[in-house]
Structure formats: C-alpha cells, structure tokens
C-alpha cells in the first residue's frame, strides 16, 4: 500500500529540547516536502527535497533543518525548539516536483512546545 | 506569484442544504493544476480532486461537484444535499507545473464548513 508515514503522531515538548519528526515515503519517490499548518495560514511549506542530498528552503524554514540521506526517509529536525513551532506538521511526497503527479500526504504530525 | 484565496473562513448550513465554497487563484503560468482537500476533525488531509488548467469541464463526483472558470480564476467547489459527516475544513490549493526550481503547493487559508442536524 503507497503510503508516507510520520511519526510521531503527537508530541508535547519543551522548549529548547531537540527533537526529530520522521517522514518515510514507500513509493520510491524523488520529491518530498515538509509543511506546517496554522490556524488562518492555511499550510505553508518548510522545506522541500528534490531527490537524495538535494533540499532547500521552503517559505517557512526557520527553526528547522532537513536532511536526505536515502530516498525513502526525510526527517525534520527542530534543534531548539520554541512555542512558535507548536503547529501541525505534514509530510509529502511525490513522483518528481511536477504536481500533475499525484501528491501524497502523513497522516500530520501534532507538535506542542511549551 | 501564486496565491489562492478562500474568502469565506467559516459556513454553517443546515443538513440537506446545499452549499458553495468560493476559491479564487493568482498565477502567472499558463500551465498549473489546482486541488481541493479535505480536513476532517481528526486531522488528515483527504485528496478531493485535481485539476490542470487545460481542462475547464466541471466535473462531478457523487454530491460533490466542481466549477473551474480561467476566465475568472476560480475554482469552486459544490456540496449537494450536505451531511454532517461533510463538517470538516476544506483547503484549495495551486501549483504551478514546472518551473525552475520548487514547485510548492500553495494553499489557501480554509474554509471550515460546519452541517447541522
């Protein structure tokens, strides 16, 4: 079954202590994206990879780092965490950064700081 | 630059009432695609439909339905005869197909639609 998964699914934290949100696609796809949703903002796009070794910025990177050593898995690192990352976080992921391909979503990954 | 705007932040319909959610877009790409998900309560986001910009049929999927028109860039979406299981969030969002570089969906702020029994 195509699928992206994240984990962890819920987590409260606080401030300051590092921690990882894992993303992992089984559908061999290049194009990858972290995004953050806020109430009234809507989604907005973090960071995004192109293939392995290949990320950059999105809209909203600050605070966050990425990496992509495998084609499989692209994790989110928050190194020091504050309230204003409390937010809902989804992975994506897709054939190529053609969005005529079919885009696929985590299940989101709820993030409290406090 | 892209940006899509839902202008209505929240409806309330009563069950069985039909209902619109208005999605107007900014492009500059003659080629792009547009979607609508939807967010129920416990988080996920629901893959509705895609649509490129070559393709200004509406199309109709059950209760659901959906009218593009380029000539006014929107892209709205129909519930008919609404139930409650359809209260939940609903995002439309735009990307442009290629381009040098990221390609980011683009969303707009949601409209969060509520069905009363």
């Known amino acids: 079954e195509a699928q992206v998964t994240q984990n962890p699914r819920y987590l409260i934290t606080v401030t300051g202590k590092k921690l990882t949100v894992t993303c992992s696609q089984n559908m061999n796809h290049e194009y990858m994206s972290w995004y953050r949703q806020d109430p009234g903002l809507g989604l907005r796009q973090i960071y995004y990879?192109?293939?392995?070794?290949?990320?950059d910025k999105g809209d909203v990177p600050e605070g966050y780092k990425v990496s992509r050593k495998e084609k499989r898995n692209f994790p989110l690192i928050l190194e020091s965490p504050s309230p204003n990352q409390t937010s809902l976080y989804f992975c994506?992921?897709?054939?190529?950064?053609?969005?005529?391909?079919?885009?696929?979503f985590g299940e989101g990954s709820w993030l409290t700081v406090v | 630059a892209q940006k899509v705007t839902q202008a209505q932040t929240e409806i309330s319909v009563v069950e069985k009432e039909d209902v619109t959610l208005d999605c107007v877009y900014e492009t500059r790409d003659t080629t792009y695609y547009l979607f609508w998900y939807k967010q129920p309560p416990s988080g996920e986001l629901v893959f509705l439909i895609r649509r490129n910009s070559f393709d200004e049929q509406n199309e109709i999927s059950g209760r659901y339905s959906w009218n593009f028109q380029k000539s006014t860039s929107s892209f709205n979406f129909t519930i008919t005869a609404s139930q409650v299981v359809d209260s939940a969030v609903y995002f439309c969002a735009l990307s442009e197909a290629l381009n040098s570089g990221n390609t980011p969906l683009v969303f707009g702020k949601g409209t969060r639609l509520s069905v009363i029994a």
């Open positions: 994506a992921s897709s054939l190529s950064r053609d969005w005529g391909n079919t885009i696929y």
């Open positions: 990879s192109m293939n392995v070794e290949v990320t």
